[in-house]
């Protein structure tokens, strides 16, 4: 501890001097009444180091303290909370957590202990032997997400080790060896479940389309697994609504048996449709709950036509065409702007490439885009002429001084309200690799809605990265940068699956080839959720000039199949409605909601489906050899459950796992200090005492 003063610490004797001379005046010149020598000195020396403290804060003394501060190891269990842990027939759940709770209680005392529970998203929790977190019943498996987690919510600590205790089963994300190859930690590896193969008899998954048309034969594709029943025969049958309308009897001829089943199925009518897919059981199996599964598929009336017009071959093209193919509602064409000589009214958008550029300025297809009113998306790149962009009414003006771009990444709007999008796909869509936007100001129309905005390196911007408007029955949007290939590259190589990509294209296209919609009372949802997403809609209502306005209620009310009907309000946000209901139990519902507005009466009704999910049951045979590699590529050890309680002596023997310690200087100005007010308050009072014992004031 250090006294430090702006002043010279000189001035302290002219404090003394003052306080010195004040308490002589008081007591020497005083003699009115006779205190004594002795006693009389001492009230003079208290009442001097009074006034000297006094006199002394004039001085703005402050007070250096060195903190010291030890930072503990972070020890990070993380604990495989789905059903497959439960659902393996030779597990004993509560041997499990009772051991693992013995080894955090073991090293709580030297460690931080923290517990990440790992399922449908992963949940962080000092630990406390008092709480039972774990229960086993979550629907899926993302081991990689655990260390993207960890490395943000525990940035800048002193991350000690991760103990995974799993049985090594992953049904989301990416191979999670690739992270654990890059940890500056050990990763120790607990291997729970059962090793060997099992008699069971499962579908392993099911290939199809999302969306179909109406009087279409969509192909599904039904791929059956089986193990250790060479011999038995299952019969295979597909059913919706209650009809069968596919079955076929499947001879298992070998202990790993595996087969392709294909065949087609009418889309008959529109709606969306439940098919359900199962396997008679046979004897000896030992997991029958995946038996069954079910898929669905939304049949629609017709198609819409899309093409896409570029500028000169491009990556972003084929990126884009994937996407939509995929998606039966769509045909889509595909044309170097010169080639293209097609009518636009056939058309429901147009997705402009890099246009208009320097060599196609495409001045008369867009005047016959205006005239009939066509959806158009523009998709900016280094091609794209500028000048000419925002000579076209897009709602976004892009001024520039040089010709120059930015590597952006994109930044989720959470007040966007035009279409629902997944928390999953947010997530994923904040780590998608920059695009190249031009660099410039820009300025946008009052009546543009950003989607994504741009965020430049660290730096959140207000600039759109994609957006859209409508001017006049004219929907547009813009992607102000290309590079779009980049993004469904990411996503399939870091998880596994195109859906975040698919999602940002598909819901853009959905969003402006859908015919406009000048009703009053507008509810959006989406017709399938999983049963693991919060259910979610949103409503806007319009005023008579069509403004949007949210002074009335909206309530919703919904009902299950079994007929019970449930009410719920939507919240105001901003000038729209939103509505959450949470995690629904699997099933169809079917809701209204209603409003009031001018006083006219406005009803929207509707249906959605909570699918099941079956990933956790499909398999249930441990992998072990994962979690031995995932320990050595770490520096750590793989262990039995039987082995558990050694990792606390692994730890503790690791030279590498230690405590932090920092020293921080802390500074504090004197007239804060209580305990300085309280000694002056101490000498004040002995003071007193001693002037009233001795007759005095």
Known sequence: MALLSEYSLWFVLLCILVGTAYSAILYVKNRNIDFGKRPKIAMMILRGVVIAMITFLLLSPMIKITVKQVDKPVLIFAVDNSESIALQENNNANNYKQSLKGLQKSLQQDYEVVTCLVGDQNHFSIFNENEELIDFNNKSTNLSAVFDDMSSVYRNRNIGAMILLTDGIYNKGSNPLYKAE??????????????????????????????????????????????????????????????????????????????????????????????????????????????????????????????????????????????????????????????????????????????????????????????????????????????????????????????????????????????????????????????????????????????????????????????????????????TGDGLWQWRIYNHLYFNDHNAYDEVISKTVQLLSVKSDRSHFRVLGVPLYEETANVEFTAELYNDSYELVNESDVVMAYRNEAGNEYEARFSKQYNGYALNLGRLPVGTYTWTAKTTNGGKSYTQSGSFTVSEMVLESLNLVADHDLLKSMAQASGGNFYTPAQTQEIAQAIRGNENIKSIIQYSKKYGLMLNSWWYLIVICLLLGVEWFMRKWGGGY
């Open 182 to 479: 890059r940890v500056e930690y050990p990763v120790y590896t607990v291997g729970w479940g059962d090793t060997e193969l099992q008699k069971d008899l499962f579908v392993s998954s099911v290939n199809h389309n999302k969306q179909t048309y109406k009087g279409n034969y969509f192909p599904v594709e039904v791929k059956v697994s089986a193990n250790k029943l060479a011999g038995k025969t299952t019969l295979l049958t597909v059913s919706a609504r209650g009809e069968e309308i596919y079955s076929k009897e499947i001879k298992i001829s070998n202990n790993q048996y595996f087969e392709t089943i294909k065949f087609n199925i009418e889309a008959k009518e529109k709606g969306m449709y439940k098919y359900d897919v199962t396997l008679s059981s046979v004897d000896e199996e030992t997991n029958e709950k995946n038996n069954h599964t079910a898929f669905f598929v939304e049949v629609i009336d017709s198609r819409e036509k899309i093409a896409i017009l570029y500028h000169g071959a491009h990556p972003d093209v084929s990126a884009i065409r994937q996407t939509l193919d995929a998606i039966d509602k769509y045909e889509v064409d595909v044309f170097p702007v010169q080639d293209f000589k097609e009518p636009v009214k056939n058309y429901s958008l147009l997705i402009l490439h890099q246009l208009p550029s320097a060599n196609h300025p495409i001045t008369a297809l867009m005047e016959e885009i205006l005239s009939n009113k066509i959806s158009t998306l523009f998709i900016i790149g280094t091609k794209t002429d500028i000048r000419r962009f925002n000579a076209l009414n897009t709602g976004l003006q892009i001024q520039q001084t040089r010709d120059l771009f930015n590597n952006v990444t994109p930044t989720y709007n959470d007040n966007f309200t035009s279409f629902t999008f997944t928390e999953s796909s947010k997530q994923v869509v904040k780590k998608f690799p920059p695009l190249r936007t031009p660099f410039g100001e820009y300025k946008m129309a009052v009546s543009s809605n950003i989607f994504v905005y741009q965020q430049i390196n660290s730096v959140a911007t207000q600039y759109p990265l994609i957006m859209f408007n409508d001017m006049n029955g004219v929907k547009t949007g813009v992607i």
